[in-house]
């Protein structure tokens, strides 16, 4: 057991060097020019994370764009995430933009905290540290209340002060508030 463990430990490992090898090799990401299949989850060169969009021509023909978020990722640049850590952690290639909702969701919360994907998928953990956080949730104590309930997990943790500190200046809003609509 603990060998067969080993094993599936190195073969993660070899693949994430691979992936990031082949990364190095390729250049720099420019989340304009991926493709629908490696857009979502990906870094861009300047460590801001790429956005996959959904367009719906007049015709009813959907088009599909990535683009830079203004998300940044911590310490991460030049990423494009494996399919062994879109599996681990129960992600879709075909998710359109960063939401938190799904860490209220039970099953997606199991997978985000196991193991597989916990302790083998930094890039992952990053983005949904940092989206739990904007929550007020520290996702550490997330992972750790999980196995009842993640929605009562996520409550309890919000309601017993363990929540991640806010922005310390505050946040601040930059351009124009939108007009009101006609009557």
Not at 28 to 37: A, G, K, N, R
Not at 117 to 143: H, M, Q, R, T, W
């Amino acid at each position: 057991m603990a060998s067969n463990y080993s094993l599936k430990t190195l073969a993660v490992l070899v693949i994430a060097l691979f992936a990031f090898w082949l990364q190095a090799a390729l250049g720099e990401i420019t989340c304009e020019h991926l493709d629908q299949d490696t857009c979502a989850y990906a870094v861009s060169s300047t460590g801001k994370r790429c956005v996959l969009e959904k367009h719906v021509k007049r015709s009813g023909e959907e088009e599909y764009t990535c683009r830079t978020s203004e998300i940044e990722a911590d310490k991460i640049k030049n990423w494009i995430e494996t399919d062994q850590c879109v599996k681990a952690c129960g992600l879709d290639r075909k998710s359109f933009g960063i939401s938190s909702d799904s860490l209220l969701e039970s099953r997606f919360t199991e997978m985000l905290c196991s193991p597989q994907c916990y302790n083998s998928c930094p890039n992952v953990i990053d983005l949904y540290f940092n989206l739990a956080a904007g929550e007020g949730v520290f996702l550490p104590k997330l992972c750790e209340a999980q196995g009842a309930n993640a929605r009562r997990g996520m409550a309890e943790i919000k309601s017993s002060g363990l929540v991640a500190p806010g922005p310390a200046s505050g946040v601040k809003f930059w351009g124009v508030a939108p007009a009101m609509a006609p009557f």
